[in-house]
């Protein structure tokens, strides 16, 4: 192989790795804190990548929310810098957090949330903005939604909930929420030069300032699915309260499940529940079948879950509060928990008894 076919092959191989590279995406939950890669260093090895090149953009050693680094941004007067990862999905609920500081003598303002490039003008979408010229902290969803006060050279943490379904995020600054119920832009819409826009590009962004410097520095990125819990009504033994229950005794415990005009328990998977580590009763050898049915336990009119219970499989040690706790999942796949009130009877291991 001469020298011309060696630059060949490894022209070939390094573009090859380029199109793998800009393949590849981040999965969730993805989480970054810059720790692993050396000072000065691009993280493209976690998947980041450029979508407008200011000036260049690293890790810096010893600027940090936590750890010992972060990642630092600076833009041109004319030129901003924008830097993301691409997600593998979006999904209706996802959330996300970051550690956000403009620098105290030449930070301006920094950008974080869900960002595009069409041509050479920048896009972004469901962001926060931390601004030092403004000195607040603001968001950027359907509209602005001021948060509060912003101090360069200070760290701000932001978050946002974002419920695609409903169209509207939950937001916090600081770990404290400061805004609920905020109108955002869908996931997914047409734009009138970009064509069609999924919201999977998510970065951060030291834009233009007209200042000759635009320092910010980011850490402790997160994106996640959250895990959403509907609190559900239960009552053990239904009909006495506080419920009282026996660990010795065999058999069955009964729970009911309570519907509402928000939430129809008869959509519970009676698979998935457990009560205080006890499953569902199975009944009926070759046919068997999870011990529940449905009726209108409370007489209001809408239809409840009744499930049995092993009675012999609760775990003492969760119940020892004085509290039965329930968890499941729907059909859908909505996460459910409840709880109530029970008394332990009868005799322990002394033989005494317990009431």
Same mark, same amino acid.
């Given at each position: 192989?001469?020298?011309?076919?060696?630059?060949?092959?490894?022209?070939?191989? =390094?573009?090859?790795?380029?199109?793998?590279?800009?393949?590849?995406?981040?999965?969730?939950?993805?989480?970054?804190?810059?720790?692993?890669?050396?000072?000065?260093?691009?993280?493209?090895?976690? *998947?980041?990548?450029?979508? #407008?090149? !200011?000036?260049? @953009?690293?890790?810096?050693?010893?600027?940090?929310?936590?750890? $010992?680094?972060?990642?630092?941004?600076?833009?041109?007067?004319?030129?901003?810098? #924008?830097?993301?990862?691409?997600?593998? $999905?979006?999904?209706?609920?996802?959330?996300?957090? @970051?550690?956000?500081?403009?620098?105290?003598?030449?930070?301006?303002?920094?950008?974080?949330?869900? #960002?595009?490039?069409?041509?050479?003008?920048? @896009?972004?979408?469901?962001?926060? !903005?931390?601004?030092?010229?403004?000195?607040?902290?603001?968001?950027?969803?359907?509209?602005?939604?001021?948060?509060?006060?912003?101090?360069?050279?200070?760290?701000?943490?932001?978050?946002?909930?974002?419920?695609?379904?409903?169209?509207?995020?939950?937001?916090?600054?600081?770990?404290?929420?400061?805004?609920?119920?905020?109108?955002?832009?869908?996931?997914?819409?047409?734009?009138?030069?970009?064509?069609?826009?999924?919201?999977?590009?998510? *970065?951060? $962004?030291?834009?233009?300032?007209?200042?000759?410097?635009?320092?910010?520095?980011?850490?402790?990125?997160?994106?996640?699915?959250?895990?959403?819990?509907?609190?559900?009504?239960?009552?053990?033994?239904? /009909?006495?309260?506080?419920?009282?229950?026996?660990?010795?005794?065999?058999?069955?415990?009964?729970?009911?499940?309570?519907?509402?005009?928000?939430?129809?328990?008869?959509?519970?998977?009676?698979?998935?529940? =457990?009560? $205080?580590? @006890?499953?569902?009763?199975?009944?009926? /050898?070759?046919?068997?079948?999870? #011990?529940?049915?449905?009726?209108?336990?409370?007489?209001?009119?809408?239809?409840?879950?009744?499930?049995?219970?092993?009675?012999?499989? =609760?775990?003492?040690?969760?119940?020892?509060?004085?509290?039965?706790?329930?968890?499941?999942?729907?059909? /859908?796949?909505?996460?459910?928990?409840?709880?109530?009130?029970?008394?332990?009877?009868?005799?322990?291991?002394?033989?005494?008894?317990?009431?």
């Amino acid at each position: 192989m001469d020298r011309r076919e060696v630059v060949f092959v490894a022209v070939l191989l =390094l573009a090859l790795a380029l199109v793998a590279g800009a393949a590849c995406a981040a999965t969730l939950p993805f989480e970054e804190g810059f720790e692993s890669f050396a000072n000065g260093a691009y993280p493209s090895a976690d *998947g980041w990548t450029p979508l #407008m090149t !200011g000036k260049p @953009a690293y890790v810096a050693q010893g600027v940090y929310y936590s750890g $010992s680094k972060s990642f630092r941004q600076d833009s041109y007067p004319w030129a901003g810098r #924008m830097d993301c990862v691409i997600l593998d $999905s979006v999904p209706d609920r996802v959330s996300y957090e @970051a550690s956000v500081c403009a620098d105290a003598k030449n930070g301006w303002i920094a950008l974080v949330g869900f #960002m595009k490039v069409y041509g050479k003008t920048p @896009a972004l979408w469901n962001y926060f !903005g931390v601004d030092g010229k403004t000195g607040r902290v603001t968001f950027y969803g359907a509209a602005a939604t001021d948060l509060g006060p912003h101090v360069r050279g200070q760290w701000y943490k932001v978050r946002a909930d974002l419920d695609y379904k409903a169209l509207t995020a939950d937001l916090w600054v600081n770990d404290m929420m400061v805004a609920e119920h905020v109108a955002i832009t869908p996931k997914q819409f047409t734009n009138g030069n970009m064509g069609p826009v999924t919201l999977n590009q998510f *970065g951060v $962004s030291s834009p233009a300032s007209f200042a000759f410097s635009n320092i910010v520095y980011f850490d402790d990125l997160k994106v996640w699915e959250p895990i959403i819990i509907i609190p559900v009504e239960i009552d053990v033994k239904p /009909g006495e309260d506080p419920a009282p229950i026996n660990l010795k005794a065999n058999g069955v415990l009964p729970v009911a499940v309570f519907s509402s005009d928000t939430f129809d328990a008869t959509q519970i998977d009676p698979a998935t529940a =457990l009560l $205080s580590g @006890a499953p569902v009763a199975v009944r009926g /050898g070759r046919n068997a079948k999870w #011990m529940a049915h449905v009726e209108d336990v409370d007489g209001d009119g809408l239809l409840d879950l009744l499930l049995q219970f092993e009675n012999r499989q =609760l775990d003492p040690e969760q119940l020892q509060d004085g509290l039965a706790l329930l968890t499941g999942a729907t059909y /859908g796949g909505d996460q459910i928990a409840g709880q109530d009130e029970i008394v332990l009877v009868g005799r322990n291991a002394s033989n005494r008894l317990i009431r």
